[in-house]
């Protein structure tokens, strides 16, 4: 079943997250997909003060292997430092 992980960044520094997750997805998602990566879609939300990143996956085990990849993890991690808190959500779509 397909999955998507939102993970939405409250912040005030929108522009740092949104460096560091467009380098991201550049990065590992564009340019060379992992397994099971349907797409991912980054939406600043200026009025309410968040970023959101949202992937989408083909199952559940795509997902949580590139949520395990240092590159990923790395990321989170940057955007971390700019964020004042960060709610993830995982989902079942389509």
Not at 26 to 31: G, L, P, S, T, V
Not at 40 to 64: K, M, N
């Amino acid at each position: 079943m397909p999955v998507a992980l939102e993970i939405t960044f409250e912040t005030t520094q929108a522009d740092h997250i949104l460096t560091q997750l467009r380098a991201y997805k550049e990065r590992e998602f564009d340019r060379n997909p992992p397994r099971g990566f349907l797409g991912a879609v980054i939406e600043d939300h200026p009025e309410t003060g968040t970023v959101v990143f949202r992937s989408e996956w083909q199952d559940d085990d795509a997902l949580e292997y590139t949520r395990d990849s240092a590159p990923f993890e790395a990321c989170l991690d940057l955007c971390d430092i700019y964020a004042d808190g960060r709610d993830d959500r995982k989902m079942e779509i389509g």
